[in-house]
C-alpha cells in the first residue's frame, strides 16, 4: 500500500513508530564539516521526517549505526568480566538510507554476522530505501548494479509540501491511519551516472597478473599526494577495519574497558612511519584498498564487489584523490597486463 501524507501527518507516523523503532537517517551536524564553516552530513536518529536530509548526499554512512565508531565489547573490574555488547535500548532500529547503502550493508554482514555486538543490532533493522533519482557527479553505483533495490520495508519520497511511503513489510500496516489518502508511486532509483566504472578484470587464481599489478608505476602517484588521514575508510561503508584497545582508568586502577575503535589501511599511524616515509608507505596502502573492493570478492563465491560505487572516499578526500579514477586506471593497465602475458581477453 502506498500512501501521500502531508508532514504532520508524516510527523504523527513516525511518532508512533518510534515506540517501536529508533529511527535514523542522514541528517545535519550544523559547522562540524571537513572545512571551516562547512556542516557534516551523518547518520543520526530524527525526531521528525524534516530533519532528514535528503537534497544532500550525505558523507557518513549507516555503518555507525551497527558499529559505532568506538564502543565499548566489555569491562573487567577485579578479575571479573561483565559483556558490555547487549543493546541496551530493545526498540528496532529503521534506518532511511539509499539504495547502495542497502547493498553496503548486505556486504558487511558476510563479514560480521557473526560477531555478536553486530548482529544484536543487526537483528532489529529494517530499511526505508529513499528515492535517488539523479546521482551525485562521484557515484558509479549502476556500474556495480547497486543503484536499485527490492530489499526494503518502505520506501520513501519526499516533496516540499507531502511525503509518500511505500508500504512493502505488512509489520508497518497498523502505523497506518486508513484515513489517509491513498496514492500509487514508484520508487525512482538512479539509472545513469556521469562517472562509469570499469570493473578490474583479475582473478584470484591469476597470480602471475597479481605480481605484475604489484609491480605498476600508478601507485607511486600518490606518493606525494595521500597523507594517510583515513577520511575515505572512514566514509566507506563496506571499510570495517576495527582495533580492540584496552582503556585503564586512572581513578580506579582494577577498571579495564576493552573498546573496539575505527581503523582503516589508509590511514597511517604513527607508529607505522619509525623507519619510514609517508611516501613509501601510501603507495602499497592504496593498491590494498583498491584490490580489497575489487578482487577479494573473488575469493567468495560471489562475484560481487566489495565497493558499493557510493563515491563518499572521493567526496571526502582532502587531496582530492579520486578514487574511481584509480580503479579505472588499473582496469586499463590490467589490459595491457593481458595483452602483455599473452592472453586472448
Ligand atoms: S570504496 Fe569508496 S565508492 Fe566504494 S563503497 Fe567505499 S566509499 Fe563507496
Ligand atoms: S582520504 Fe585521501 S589523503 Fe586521506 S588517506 Fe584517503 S586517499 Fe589518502
Known sequence: MDYKLSLEQADNVL????????????????????????DSIRYGEINSFSDVEYKIKSQGSPKEILLPINHALSIE???????????????????ILRSCDIHGITRIDKAFMNDEFYRIRRDKVKFMVMECPKS????????????????YSLGIKFATESISIKVKDNEFDKYFNTGYAQENFEIRFATENETKLNIP????????AMDEVKKLELWNEYKSRCIGCGSCNMACLTCT????????????????????????CQLVKSSALKNTSMAEVVPARIRQRVLDKFYRPKLSASNEQVCVGCGRCTDVCPR?????????????ELDNIHTKLGRDK
Open 15 to 38: 511518532k508512533i513508530l518510534q515506540e517501536n523503532y529508533r529511527v535514523y537517517a542522514p541528517i545535519t551536524f550544523k559547522g562540524e564539516g571537513l572545512y571551516s564553516y562547512t
Open 77 to 95: 573490574s577485579n578479575g571479573q568480566k561483565i559483556d558490555t555488547i547487549k543493546d541496551i535500548d530493545n526498540r528496532n532500529i529503521l534506518i
Open 136 to 151: 551525485w557527479d562521484t557515484c558509479f553505483c549502476v556500474s556495480l548494479g547497486t543503484n536499485t533495490t527490492d530489499d
Open 201 to 208: 578484470d583479475l582473478e584470484i587464481w591469476d597470480k602471475e
Open 241 to 264: 577495519c576495527l582495533s580492540k584497545t584496552k582503556v585503564n582508568y586512572s581513578d580506579n586502577s582494577n577498571l579495564t574497558e576493552t573498546r573496539r575503535v575505527w581503523s582503516g
Open 320 to 332: 582530492f584523490i579520486n578514487f574511481s579514477t584509480t580503479v579505472n586506471k588499473l582496469s586499463e
